[in-house]
T-cell receptor, first 117, second 118 residues
Framework: AQKVTQAQTEISVVEKEDVTLDCVYE???????LFWYKQPPSGELVFLIR??????QNEISGRYSWNFQKSTSSFNFTITASQVVDSAVYFC??????????????FGAGTRLFVKA | DTAVSQTPKYLVTQMGNDKSIKCEQN?????MYWYKQDSKKFLKIMFS???????INETVPNRFSPKSPDKAHLNLHINSLELGDSAVYFC?????????????????FGAGTRLSVL
């Protein structure tokens, strides 16, 4: 069965600090996809990154970086030099092919990040 | 040009009423979804349609009935609304479900519809 755990419910940092959001997943499939989405206070859900299970390369995009480790079933997200605009709820998600052939995506409970000026 | 648009943005109604939420995507995607986000921000899939056919139905009460007149639209009709239905409902779409090696399952979300049942 699929499961995504984001153990950190809330994190509070001061601007310019680095912060890492943890994500641990469970799956029996060998082919799966991992995502991070951002939900700012305005409420929309914004796609940040997708990783497939065969690609363990870490990725950096500006101040954002992601560390995918299959050995520990983790897909952690680091924000470097955080800014107030990074304040949001961040969701980790796992997607597998479901019974009907479509992708079934399970979201973690989310981590609320507060960045104080 | 809104890619995935939902209407209405806010919906306030009484228990027992029937209401609909509309969703349209102009991205040319084959697959559309409905999610429910509760007050604790927990996001859970309800339905998924691919080319107008239901492919995922996640133990949702049958008071909820999705309708897909064409692959660009997935509407959600809710009968006999209950207090527990109060939530934010998100519509999403993704490209061809089979193209997992490409961007097939990246989901693009609408802005959400906040439903309040009084």
């Amino acid at each position: 069965a699929q499961k995504v755990t984001q153990a950190q419910t809330e994190i509070s940092v001061v601007e310019k600090e680095d912060v890492t959001l943890d994500c641990v997943y469970e799956t029996r499939d060998t082919t799966y996809y991992l995502f991070w989405y951002k939900q700012p206070p305005s409420g929309e859900l914004v796609f940040l990154i997708r990783r497939n299970s065969f690609d363990e390369q870490n990725e950096i995009s500006g101040r954002y970086s992601w560390n995918f480790q299959k050995s520990t079933s983790s897909f952690n997200f680091t924000i470097t030099a955080s800014q107030v605009v990074d304040s949001a709820v961040y969701f980790c998600a796992l997607s597998e092919v479901g019974l009907g052939g479509g992708f079934k995506t399970i979201f973690g409970a989310g981590t609320r990040l507060f960045v104080k000026a | 040009d809104t890619a995935v648009s939902q209407t209405p943005k806010y919906l306030v109604t009484q228990m027992g009423n029937d209401k609909s939420i509309k969703c349209e995507q102009n991205l040319g995607h084959d697959t559309m979804y409905w999610y429910k986000q509760d007050s604790k921000k927990f996001l859970k899939i309800m339905f998924s349609y691919n080319n107008k056919e239901l492919i995922i139905n996640e133990t949702v009460p049958n008071r909820f009935s999705p309708k897909s007149p064409d692959k660009a639209h997935l509407n959600l009709h809710i009968n006999s609304l209950e207090l527990g239905d109060s939530a934010v409902y998100f519509c999403a779409s993704s490209p061809n479900l089979a193209s997992g090696s490409g961007v097939g399952n990246i989901q693009y979300f609408g802005a959400g519809t906040r439903l309040s049942v009084l």
